[in-house]
């Protein structure tokens, strides 16, 4: 009689791999690769790949309601639903199809390679901080290190190559240049970072790591339960939808409806001062945006007549996170990381915000 433990076994670890592949070149082919290739066009020919979905041509947002909220959230779930989809079957993909020790080894160290390759693996995700973090939950499940899976998901916004050409043929390529510069720093100095802080929680990956893991889970693919692959694949995607949709919907509606208070006006009167430079920084910190939303969002601004020290802030706080993502990450990280994480962030906004004015930008 065959048993669960043969069964698992009979499905060859190679199969579950091809899978996870086709689904991720699959995936990331029709829901990114394939329309910000077409956009890049519009880009060049137009300086403009849409209106401001923070405030439209508006000056200033809509007041504090439930149209605003309903309306925010509308406009931003159409943006981003099937990126959304795309990163939750990846996030769970990468738990149940993926031989574990591979992440380890890839990932798994609290040295510096394991950051940088954190961040060559996001190259081509592009996905936004919200539609990353449930494959940085996933990563961090496998026993990733803290600093790798954070350059995997600042990597996906900050080193995002459709965002940054739009930015250049949109803004000008001098606003590329400091973004690509200082999201370098980001990614990988803030990796980095993190893990130094975790090397006296996480232990650095060796062989007899490798070997343990590889002899408590034969198939490769950490599986749980002896279950099979794909069953188990199913049952962590319901698992981390459910936990992770509510709240990300109920704090996008939140920050649809507050969206005047983060952002109460927009003219020339925002001026290079130090406390319109954090509070815009804040702001841009908390809310959530689509993939590439922070370009139409500046070009709105300094359209307006927005100083160039709080626009260059928004522009590296508006992507790499935001309140809903942090929340999805939340029991993936330490608190004291989480908050390196996010003060590293504000630390770069305001080092951009000085290099744009002492530039002349």
């Known amino acids: 009689m065959t048993t669960t433990s043969d069964q698992r076994r009979a499905v060859h670890p190679g199969l579950g791999i091809a899978v996870f592949v086709l689904l991720a070149v699959a995936g990331l082919f029709y829901v990114k690769w394939s329309p910000y290739y077409q956009r890049a066009f519009v880009a060049a020919e137009n300086h403009s790949i849409g209106a401001s979905i923070l405030m439209g041509a508006d000056a200033a947002p809509p007041a504090p309601s439930l149209a605003a909220a309903l309306n925010y959230a509308l406009a931003y779930g159409k943006a981003i639903w099937q990126a959304m989809v795309l990163g939750l079957l990846l996030g769970s993909a990468v738990q149940a199809l993926l031989p574990r020790r591979w992440i380890v080894r890839a990932l798994g160290g609290t040295g510096l390679g394991s950051v940088v390759a954190g961040g060559l693996l996001s190259l081509p995700g592009m996905m936004c901080t919200c539609c990353a973090a449930p494959v940085v939950a996933g990563l961090r499940r496998c026993q990733a290190a803290p600093g790798s899976a954070v350059a995997f998901w600042l990597?996906?916004?900050?080193?995002?190559?459709?965002?940054?050409?739009?930015?250049?043929?949109?803004?000008?390529?001098?606003?590329?240049?400091?973004?690509?510069?200082?999201?370098?720093?980001?990614?990988?100095?803030?990796?980095?970072?993190?893990?130094?802080?975790?090397?006296?929680?996480?232990?650095?990956?060796?062989?007899?790591?490798?070997?343990?893991?590889?002899?408590?889970?034969?198939?490769?693919?950490?599986?749980?339960?002896?279950?099979?692959?794909?069953?188990?694949?199913l049952r962590l995607f319901v698992r981390m939808a459910l936990r992770l949709i509510p709240e990300y919907i109920v704090?996008?509606?939140?920050?649809?409806?507050?969206?005047?208070?983060?952002?109460?006006?927009?003219?020339?009167?925002?001026?290079?001062?130090?406390?319109?430079?954090?509070?815009?920084?804040?702001?841009?910190?908390?809310?959530?945006?689509?993939?590439?939303?922070?370009?139409?969002?500046?070009?709105?601004?300094?359209?307006?007549?927005?100083?160039?020290?709080?626009?260059?802030?928004?522009?590296?706080?508006?992507?790499?996170?935001?309140?809903?993502?942090?929340?999805?990450?939340?029991?993936?990280?330490?608190?004291?990381?989480?908050?390196?994480?996010?003060?590293?962030?504000?630390?770069?906004?305001l080092a951009a915000a000085g290099l744009a004015i002492a530039l002349g930008f």
């Open 155 to 233: 990597g996906n916004t900050m080193l995002n190559p459709a965002t940054l050409v739009f930015m250049g043929f949109v803004l000008g390529w001098k606003w590329t240049g400091l973004r690509l510069a200082l999201g370098i720093v980001m990614v990988f100095g803030l990796g980095w970072l993190i893990n130094r802080m975790s090397r006296g929680e996480t232990r650095g990956f060796d062989e007899a790591q490798a070997r343990a893991m590889q002899a408590g889970a034969a198939d490769g693919n950490g599986g749980e339960d002896g279950m099979h692959p794909f069953a188990r694949w």
């Open 251 to 349: 704090l996008v509606l939140l920050l649809g409806a507050a969206r005047a208070w983060l952002f109460p006006h927009v003219d020339a009167g925002i001026g290079n001062e130090l406390p319109w430079i954090v509070g815009l920084a804040v702001a841009g910190l908390l809310f959530v945006i689509p993939t590439a939303g922070e370009v139409p969002i500046v070009q709105a601004m300094l359209s307006l007549g927005i100083a160039a020290g709080p626009a260059a802030a928004l522009l590296m706080t508006l992507p790499p996170v935001s309140l809903p993502s942090l929340a999805m990450v939340a029991r993936s990280f330490r608190a004291a990381e989480l908050a390196t994480l996010v003060a590293g962030v504000l630390v770069i906004a």
